[in-house]
Antibody
Framework: QVQLQQWGAGVLKPSETLSLTCAVY????????WNWIRQTPGKGLEWIGDINHSGSTNYSPSLESRVTISVDTSKNQLSLSLKSVTAADTAVYYC????????????WGQGSLVTVSS | DIQMTQSPSSLSASVGDRVTITCRAS??????LNWYQQKPGKAPDLLIYAASNLQSGVPSRFSGSGSGTVFTLTINSLHPEDFATYYC?????????FGHGTKVEIK
């Protein structure tokens, strides 16, 4: 049974760096592409970026200047770093597995609420 | 970026009703269209992928159709547990983009 478990700081001040980690259990890490997605009431679901097991990344153009996604294959973990956060980065952040040629998100983490407030 | 437009944004329906949700892409995405169901406080769950393929474990009352720019999600005979928000998402290219959701509420 595939499980994605995520964690990280929940409250940040403006200009700080958001850091989240997602651990993958029950499945081969190297066979898939791993994603970060966030959700806000205003903008809805927003794709942040993805990474494969070798560390090759793709980012959303709107966040590319501030975001870094990395992997630790020895631990089956992926991480998200978003620097210089503002209130607009307040959201629930999800990690998700992208599967197959049709590239659907078939497994998701439980979500992490990150609040940016002074 | 490919824009995904869902309609309606919300609807009210009764148990047993048939419900149809439409998703339009701003350009052709072939069949690279996925549907998700989300309940409050939970992550989205994959229902349909590649426009019409039912994800394993999803009840057969859910179905999807379409290709190119227009897609539909149909729920036949709405069950109480189907009251939720539904999202479409294109996987044709990056950045991956989602519709803004359709909230299905109890009439």
């Amino acid at each position: 049974q595939v499980q994605l478990q995520q964690w990280g700081a929940g409250v940040l001040k403006p200009s700080e760096t958001l850091s989240l980690t997602c651990a993958v259990y029950g499945e081969s890490f190297s066979a898939y592409i791993w994603n970060w997605i966030r959700q806000t009431p205003g903008k809805g679901l927003e794709w942040i970026g993805d990474i494969n097991h070798s560390g090759s990344t793709n980012y959303s153009p709107s966040l590319e200047s501030r975001v870094t996604i990395s992997v630790d294959t020895s631990k089956n973990q992926l991480s998200l770093s978003l620097k210089s956060v503002t209130a607009a980065d307040t959201a629930v952040y999800y990690c998700a597995r992208m599967n197959g040629g049709w590239q659907r998100f078939d497994y998701w983490g439980q979500g992490s609420l990150v609040t940016v407030s002074s | 970026d490919i824009q995904m437009t869902q309609s309606p944004s919300s609807l009210s329906a009764s148990v047993g009703d048939r419900v149809t949700i439409t998703c339009r892409a701003s350009q052709s995405i072939s069949r690279y269209l996925n549907w998700y169901q989300q309940k409050p406080g939970k992550a989205p769950d994959l229902l349909i992928y590649a426009a019409s393929n039912l994800q394993s474990g999803v009840p057969s009352r859910f179905s999807g159709s379409g290709s190119g720019t227009v897609f539909t999600l149909t729920i036949n005979s709405l069950h109480p547990e189907d009251f939720a928000t539904y999202y479409c998402q294109q996987s044709y290219n990056r950045p991956r983009t989602f519709g803004h959701g359709t909230k299905v509420e109890i009439k």
